[in-house]
């Protein structure tokens, strides 16, 4: 079961929002397909994304893979923990948060899917 504090993509990024901020990161889903996480690259501190839009890449042993912002806004903060340890994305998938945006558009979490509709999309 995925938590149902989190909103989903269909790209498998989750979202959890408190108040403006949202963190933002990789499904379990996610980083089982991709196998062991070695390199994430992440954006600026400052950079305004749209939904949707490319905000950077993770690289496991077997493949390199975009990663789509699930909201639009500006990056306020970004888990430089990630680049010393990008593993933290397979044991801690939903915990190890890659960036926070400052949300511009709250109507942007609409589109988004609650754990059981990803959880079906994943099956």
């Not at 990161?25 to 749209?50: N, S």
């Not at 960036?99 to 589109?111: E, F, M, Q, T, W």
Request: glycine residues 8%; negative net charge.
């Amino acid at each position: 079961m995925y938590p149902t504090d989190l909103k989903y993509t269909k790209d498998h990024e989750w979202v959890r929002v408190v108040s403006e901020e949202a963190a933002i990161g990789i499904t379990d889903f996610a980083q089982k397909q991709l196998g062991d996480v070695v390199f994430v690259e992440l954006p600026d501190v400052g950079r305004v994304l749209t939904q949707g839009e490319v905000f950077g890449t993770i690289e496991s042993v077997k493949a390199v893979s975009e990663l789509f912002s699930p909201v639009a806004g500006e990056v306020i903060a970004v888990n430089g923990d990630l680049g010393a340890h990008p593993e933290a994305v397979n044991g801690q998938p939903h915990d190890a948060w890659m960036i926070k945006v400052r949300v511009s558009n709250a109507g942007d979490l609409a589109a988004l899917l609650d754990a059981g509709q990803y959880e079906a999309l994943t099956q």
